[in-house]
C-alpha cells in the first residue's frame, strides 16, 4: 500500500534553515508529481510546493518563493524540501502528499 513518512522538522530560530524529507513506497514514485502541504495552527491545508515526476518543473506558494526548494530523488523514492530563512508564520504541520495520499506529517516550530 501507499506509504509516505516524512522526517526532518523540528524547531528552529527565525532565519535558520530545515531540510524536510519524505520516503515513499507502495507506488512507482518516479512516475507522478509530488507536493508539499502545510498545515498551520487553526488554518486548512495549503499547499507549498509542488515538483514533477523527472523534476524538471517545480512550483511555490508565493509565500515561500526565493526561501524554500522542493527537490526530489527518484533513486531512492524520496522527496524532500529544503527550507531556508525561516519565518515565525512558516510553523506549521508539513505533509507529503501523492495525489490524495497524505503522511503523517512533520511539524516545524520557528522561535526564538
Known amino acids: 500500500q501507499v506509504r509516505l513518512v516524512e522526517s526532518g522538522g523540528g524547531l528552529v530560530q527565525p532565519g535558520g534553515s530545515l531540510r524536510l524529507s519524505c520516503a515513499a513506497s507502495g507506488f512507482t514514485f518516479s512516475r507522478y508529481t509530488m507536493n508539499w502541504y502545510q498545515q498551520a495552527p487553526g488554518k486548512g491545508r495549503e499547499l507549498v510546493a509542488s515538483?514533477?515526476?523527472?523534476?524538471?518543473?517545480?512550483n511555490y506558494a508565493d509565500s515561500v518563493k526565493g526561501r524554500f526548494t522542493i527537490s526530489r530523488d527518484n533513486a531512492k523514492n524520496t522527496l524532500y524540501l529544503q527550507m531556508n530563512s525561516l519565518k515565525p508564520e512558516d510553523t506549521a504541520v508539513y505533509y507529503c502528499?501523492?495525489?490524495?495520499?497524505w503522511g503523517q506529517g512533520t511539524q516545524v516550530t520557528v522561535s526564538s
Open positions: 515538483i514533477t515526476s523527472g523534476g524538471g518543473s517545480t
Open positions: 502528499v501523492y495525489r490524495n495520499y
